[in-house]
């Protein structure tokens, strides 16, 4: 009796091990010689449930790439004068706005190719005067350095700029003491005549054209290190007010404004019957500069390089003769409100200006009222009554 009771009992236990085996997820495979579970799906978890441990799969290797158009910012900053990023502590320093000659004797001029923005404004009788915007500079020569007038200093107003000149106008000494300009003046800084240890001074004079006949108000330079060095001698205040601010908006890559007309060449014309050449190069995208008789080639003397620009701008406004000024100077109305044009990626676009005072900067908008859009780069801005002529 208790074999048959030990029988029953041994095959109860299989009974009732299979039907485990079958609740668990087993199966039948178990008793067909699988020694592993198979994969599948683990039983869906729940009160009466029991959840399998998954079946992992092999680690995978997360390979992460560099897009092609990456750009490394570490230790950049934006310049809002071109739209590009350079060294952090350019960015944030607060720029130059250095006054250069442009007759034909005073060229060529030293340097001018690291301007961010050039402004071409008339100074007196029929010349005009550069003011060269620098915010990432490091040229070892600027100039030719020369005097300047009053409205040259709301120009240097408009981007925080150390205003830097050699002289000036009754009208420009007037307008430094009532806006109280950080300003850095070549005839109290200058070191005269000499050929070595330019560190030592502020300002010094070419010697080769310091011989010349009528080449002595032509032959006075800076350099970038001369005019950091001073400002901070000076005590001014170094970092701009608003690194982020910016007189235009850029596009993220080459472009033509909605609805510009084709522009290739530009003639601007400041006084009667001597205009200016801007020629636009599809291949680097830039306006290459001509100027003077027979329309030469503009270069930068330190680099033997023809003068090139990103966006050319013509801001038309009002210009006048100064009542009772026997040096023929000019009144250039560049606080006020106007039109003008921006040349850019071969093409043209009307836009509208307005400055409210001196202190306010200028705004440039599109004639829809949005701001000025341009491509990175260098612009040259020049400001005349009189309209371009386009090709």
Known sequence: MKKYIYVLSALAALVLLAACYTWLGWGEEFFAGQSTRPAATPAPQGPDRVLMPPVHAPAQTIVLTVPPNFVDLTGKGF????????????????????????????????????????????????????????????????????????????????????????????????????????????????????????????????????SRAGMREHSAYTSAANLIRQAERANYRLEKNDAAAGPFAFYNSPQSPPGADEAGKISVTFVANTPVIFEYDAETRKYNRYQGSGARAQIDEETGLQ???????????????????????????????????????????????????????????CVNGEKLTLNKGSTWICITNREPVAE
């Open 79 to 210: 310049n809002p004068l071109t739209g590009l990023y350079i060294c952090e502590e350019a960015a944030k320093r607060r720029p130059f706005a250095v006054v250069m000659g442009n007759s034909a004797e005073s060229l060529p001029q030293s340097g001018i190719s690291q301007a961010d923005i050039i402004y071409e404004v008339i100074s007196e009788g029929v010349v005009t005067r550069l003011i060269g915007i620098f915010q990432d500079f490091d040229t070892g020569k600027i100039g030719s350095v020369r005097s300047a007038r009053h409205y040259f200093i709301d120009i240097a107003l408009d981007h925080d700029a150390f205003f830097v000149h050699f002289g000036g106008s009754p009208l420009t000494f007037q307008a430094l003491r009532d806006l109280r300009i950080n300003n850095i003046n070549g005839i109290q800084l200058d070191g005269g005549v000499r050929r070595d240890n330019f560190d030592s001074v502020v300002f010094w004079r070419d010697a080769d054209r310091w």
């Open 307 to 365: 003068l090139a620009v990103d966006n050319v701008i013509v801001q038309l406004t009002t210009v006048r003769a100064i009542q009772g000024d026997s040096e023929g100077r000019r009144n250039v109305a560049v606080v006020g409100s106007g039109e003008g044009y921006l040349f850019t990626n071969g093409t043209v676009t009307p836009l509208l200006w307005s400055k409210a005072s001196s202190a306010e900067p200028t705004v440039w908008t």
